[in-house]
C-alpha cells in the first residue's frame, strides 16, 4: 500500500467519489452502510444503541430511513429524492397529501441568494417534514394542487456508529473523531472520513508510542451516546482532534481545544506555523462539530478541531455545491500529511536535560560542528544543536525548544536524537 | 420623571446653564449654593469640615468668599469679575492697591497661544493673588498705574461636602464622585455633576443589589477629607467611578483603576469595547482627579474614571472656551447611558455551574432551538446559549463569556437567564 | 583624565588602531601582548592556564604561534600573512609544501559574493590548515605549482586572560566580559576591549555600591575555562554584559539573558526604550559570544549582550572589512554612554515605600509643587513625584516605575531623591 501523497489523495478522493450518493442521516441504512464500507479498510467495530436509549440530557432517536419522496404537478415529478438526497429535509416524517402552494409554501426551503443550489437542511428533533430546493425552481412554481410524497419511517431501530482503538506502548490515546450523518456532501464530511481512514491504516503499520482511538459517528447525539458510554474512561485520552472539511482547496485551520493550550494545541500551533498559517490557528469557540461535546465543561478533554476552511465560512457549506467539484485529491493529501505531523510531534516530544549543564559541551571533537569556523551563519542543523543544548533542562519539550528557536520541530528532534547519542543529553 | 435620553440630556444640559455663573471653589458659598441646588434633586447630606481640621497630611483651608474683583484704569473697569469668575485666580488673597503695569505683571495670566480666552487659574496652597485676562487684552495695556481690588476674605470657616448612600440589596458599595469646585467651567465639571445627579435619581427609583454612594466634593482636598472621615468604612468600596468632563462631543474614554483588573475597569472596558471604543481604555496614571486619592498605594480602592475627552486632551480645558458651547444633551445622554451600562454589568455579574455539565443540553425539546437547522449562520442569541453553556463551570463569570464571546453583555445576560429558568444552570 | 564623549570617543578609537595590526588567537604572544597594553590602563591580573588542563567538556589546547605564512608562485609571494594576518585560518598546523592547485585548493577560503574582502576563518579545534584570500585572488590563480608555508607552531604552553576586580559597596557584582581573541578585526571586538577599558576606569574612579568583574578572555574555551575556576564564586553575578561589535555606526542592540527578566534585561530595556530602541531589544539566543556559557542551563547567569550591529549581520563581520572604516569614535561613546546609563540604573534601583501612603502628601507646602496651579500640562517632574508616590509600595522599583510612567529613570531617581529628602518616602 502506498503512501505517496499523490496515490493518497487519489485513493481518499476515490472514496468520496463512492460514498457520496449515500443518503446519510443521524441513524438508519445509509449510516450502517457508510460504516460498513469504512469496516473493508478499517476494523472498526458498529455499535448499534437502541431508539429511547438516554444519553446524559438526550434520548436516541426513532431510526430514519427513508426510500423515495418527491413533489408532483401534473403528474410530474418537479422535486425528486432520486436526483438529489438533499431535496429532502432530513428526519422529514411521513407524508402523502394533495396541497395547494399556499399549504406548501412553509415546508419549502431555498437559498435566494445561491438560487441554483438546493440548501441542506435537517429536523432532528421536531416532528417536521420539508423539502429543499433551488430558489429558482421555488420562483418558478405556479399557483395550483401539488401531489407530496415523502416515503420515509421514523420506527424504533438504533443509532449506529464505528469505533475502533489502535493499541501503542502506552495506553495513553489519541482521539480521532469525524462525524458520518452528512448525505451528499462531500467536503462536510466525506473528507474527513476519508482522511481518517489513511490515519488509521498509517497507526496499524507500525508500532507507535501513543494508542490511537478513531470514531466515525453521527454528529452531536453520536458523540454524545458516545462519551455517555465511556464516561469512565475518559481519563485515557490525553489528546485528541475532530477533523471535518478536509478537502476543500482552502488553507488549514485549527480551532483550539477549551483548554487553549494543550499539548495538541501546541502541537497543531507548532505544525501550522512552520507552514507559514500561524494565524490560521483559533481559539475555541463552543459551536462547529462535536468537540462541542469532548469540550462541554463536565469532561473538557484536550480536543481541537481540524479543518481546511471552517464550517460557516465556505459558500458551498450545507449546499448542493459541496459536491465533488469541491474536494481534490491534493488538498486531502495536505490535509493528511498536516495531520501526521500533529501527532509526529504529540508521539516524539519529549523533555532532556544535559549530562553536564555547565557551558557548552565541545561538539568539534564529537563530530557534531564543523571544522573550519567563522562563516557568517550558523547552518541550521547547528542552531538545532545548540538550542537543544541550552533549554534541555527538564521545563523545555522539544516542541517549546522548537517554537522558541523558530526551527523545524522534526530537525529540532534530529539534532536531540544525535545529542542522546553522544550522552550529552538524557531523558527527564 | 423621563429617562427618555433626548429629555435626560436636555435637563442635564439645563442644570448646567443654572450652575455655570456660580463662582464655586474647594470652600465658601459657592460651592454651597451648587450642593443646595443638589439636594432639590438628590437627598445629600452636607457635610462642614471646620478650617484648621487635620486630614491625613494636610489641613483643611480658610473659607474663601469674594465679593468683586477689578482691574480699573483712569477710573475704567478693564478687568473685571462680574463679567466672569475666571478673572481672579482662586483663593487670591484680598488687595487694594495702586501699581504700575511692571508691578502688576506678575500677578497676571494669559495663554498667548490661544490670545482670546481667558485661563482659570488656582492658588489655594500659596498666598498669593492674581488675575486671569486674555491675551489680547493683556498685550494692550499700556504703561502707567493702574487700580487694582479683590475684595476677597481668607477666614476660617470650613469645607463643604455632599454625600447622599442609596442602599441595595447588599451592603457592597459603588462610589460615584465628581468634583464641584470649579467655577464658570461647564464642561469641567458641571457635566459630571449633571450625570452623577442622574445617576442618584435611578439609583433611588428601583431596587437594586448594590449599594450606591455619591459624592459631590472639592476636588483633592475634599476626597481626602472623605477618605480621612471614613477610612474605617472603605472596604464596604467594592467599585467606583469618579466622574468628570462629561458633556463635550469627544469620545468617551476611561482611566482604569490602579489595580488595573478591577471588576469596574473590566465592565468598563466591555462597554467601551461593545461600542467599539477598545481604544478608549487607558491604563491608570496618578494625576487627573481625584482617583488619585482613592487609588493612592494606601487604599488602592477599585475606583476608575470616567470622561470623554479627558483633562488636558481637549484645547478649552480650564478656560473661558469651557462654556456653554462646548457640552450639548446628546454627550451628556450618551454619557449617562454609558455609565449605567457598566453599573448594569456591576450589578447582574454572577457566575453559573451547569446543572449537569457532560456534553450539551438538548435546547430544541426546551424551545431554545430552531426546529429546522443547518443554515450558515448560528443566531447570535443561540450563540450566546452555547456560550454560557460551555463557560457555565464557576470560573467565567457573564462578563467574562460576553468579552470571550465577543457578544453584548445584555444579550449573554439574556441567555443565562432563559438557561437559569429551564433549570440547565444555576448560580454558582 | 577627560569624559568628554568626544574625547573618550577618539581614546577608544586609538587604542583599536593601536591593536588593529597584532595578530591574536585564543592563545599565544598576540593574545598576551594585547591584555599587556590593557594592563597599561586597567590593573587586570592575567592568568595562564597550562595547555591540557581539563575545563568543563573542554582541554585547554596547545598554544599557537606563528611566525610567517605565504603561498608562492613563481618565487613571488601571492598570499603574505604579513599583508593581513587574516591570511592564515587561525589554529593552522605548520605546513611547509610545493602543491598543486588542486591540491591546494581544499585549503582555500574565500567569498565569491565579497570578491575583494578577505574571509576570517578559525580551525581551533581541528588539526588542519588553509589560508583565506580575495576570492578575486582565487579566481585568478592558474594551474601549476605553488610553494605553501605556514610557519606556526602548536605547542605545549598556556591559555591567557585577564581579570580585573573593582570592589564596591556591596560584594554583589556585575561582569563585564569581552572577548580578546579576534585578529585584525576592529568592531568584533577591539571596540568592545576599548569600551571595557573605559568603563573600568570610571568603576575605579569613584566609590560604587555594586563591585564590577572585568573579563579580557578568548572566546568560549576563555569563558569556559574562567568559569569553571570560579564555579564557587558565581553566585556573586547579580548583573552581567556581554561586550561586542561596539564601534560601528548601526543602532545599538540587546540580548536579553537567557532568563529573560532579569535586572539587566529590564534596565537595558529601559535604556533603549528611552532612546527610542525598544523594537532593538531581542530575546536570548544560544549562539552569538560567551552568554553562550554564562547562560548555559548549568549556570543561567543574568548575563546579557550589548552590541551595536549583532554578529552576523553586518555585512562586513568576519572579514578584512571589518577594518578601522568601519568603526568611529562617536558610536565608540555613544556605546560607552548606553552601558553606563544601564550600569547607573542597576546602581540606583531600589524599592520606596510612602511613610504615609494614604492620599497624596501635600507637595505645595514642602516647596515640591508649583504655587498658580491650574495649567493644561503637569510638568515631568511634577508628574514623576506624582508617579513614585503613587507606586512606592515596596512592589516597584524606580525602574519599574520609571517604565510604567514612561519617564527617563534618572528623572524618577532624582524625584525619589526630593521625597526622601523630605521624609515623604523611605526604602523598603
Same mark, same amino acid.
Given at each position: 500500500m502506498t503512501s505517496d501523497p499523490e496515490d493518497l489523495g487519489q485513493r481518499m478522493y476515490r472514496l468520496i467519489e463512492e460514498l457520496y450518493p449515500v443518503c446519510r442521516s443521524i441513524t438508519g441504512e445509509g449510516l450502517r452502510e457508510t460504516l460498513r464500507r469504512v469496516q473493508r479498510d478499517v476494523p472498526i467495530l458498529l455499535h448499534e444503541i437502541p431508539s429511547g436509549t438516554a444519553v446524559f440530557d438526550w434520548t436516541v432517536p426513532p431510526e430514519w430511513n427513508i426510500r423515495d419522496a418527491w413533489i408532483e404537478r401534473g403528474g410530474k415529478r418537479i422535486v425528486d429524492f432520486r436526483a438529489s438526497n438533499l431535496h429532502v429535509v432530513s428526519y422529514s416524517t411521513p407524508v402523502r397529501r394533495r396541497m395547494t402552494l399556499a399549504e406548501l409554501r412553509p415546508h419549502l426551503f431555498s437559498l435566494p441568494d445561491r438560487p441554483d443550489w438546493i440548501p441542506y437542511r435537517t429536523a432532528y428533533w421536531s416532528e417536521s417534514w420539508g423539502f429543499c430546493l433551488s430558489h429558482r425552481l421555488l420562483e418558478s412554481l405556479p399557483e395550483g394542487d401539488y401531489e407530496v410524497c415523502i416515503d420515509s419511517t421514523l420506527a424504533p431501530g438504533s443509532l449506529t456508529y464505528g469505533e475502533c482503538l489502535v493499541p501503542g506502548a502506552s495506553t495513553d490515546e489519541v482521539l480521532i473523531s469525524c462525524h458520518t450523518c452528512h448525505p451528499s456532501l462531500a467536503n462536510d464530511n466525506l473528507s474527513a472520513l476519508a482522511v481518517a481512514i489513511e490515519l488509521a491504516r498509517r497507526a496499524m503499520s507500525e508500532p507507535r508510542a501513543l494508542s490511537y482511538r478513531f470514531l466515525f459517528l453521527p454528529g452531536t447525539i453520536g458523540s454524545i451516546a458516545w462519551l455517555a458510554r465511556n464516561e469512565a474512561d475518559l #481519563? &485515557?485520552?490525553?489528546h485528541g482532534l475532530v477533523l471535518s472539511c478536509l478537502g476543500n482547496r482552502g488553507p488549514v485551520t485549527y480551532k483550539r481545544s &477549551? &483548554? #487553549?493550550?494543550a499539548s495538541v494545541d501546541r502541537a497543531a500551533a507548532h505544525v501550522l506555523g512552520e507552514a507559514?498559517? #500561524?494565524?490560521?490557528v483559533r481559539a475555541f469557540v463552543p459551536y462547529g462539530y462535536d468537540e462541542r461535546q469532548y469540550c462541554s465543561p463536565g469532561f473538557d478533554l484536550p480536543v481541537g478541531c481540524l479543518t481546511r476552511t471552517p464550517n460557516g465560512e465556505f459558500p458551498e457549506y450545507h449546499t448542493s455545491a459541496d459536491n465533488l467539484d469541491l474536494v481534490a485529491p491534493r488538498p486531502l493529501a495536505d490535509s493528511y500529511e498536516t495531520v501526521t505531523r500533529i501527532l509526529e510531534i504529540l508521539e516524539q516530544d519529549r523533555r532532556y536535560v544535559r549530562t553536564d549543564p555547565r557551558g557548552e559541551p565541545q561538539l568539534g571533537r564529537r563530530g557534531l560542528y564543523q571544522g573550519v569556523a567563522g562563516a557568517r551563519q550558523l547552518p541550521q542543523y547547528e542552531l538545532a544543536l545548540l538550542w537543544v543544548l541550552n533549554l534541555a533542562d527538564n521545563r523545555h519539550s522539544l516542541r517549546d525548544i522548537a517554537d522558541r528557536a523558530g526551527l523545524p520541530f522534526a530537525l529540532v528532534a534530529e539534532a536531540a536524537a544525535a545529542l542522546l547519542a553522544k550522552d550529552l543529553i538524557r531523558e527527564a
Open positions: #481519563g &485515557r485520552i490525553k &477549551r &483548554r #487553549g493550550d507559514g498559517l #500561524g494565524t490560521r
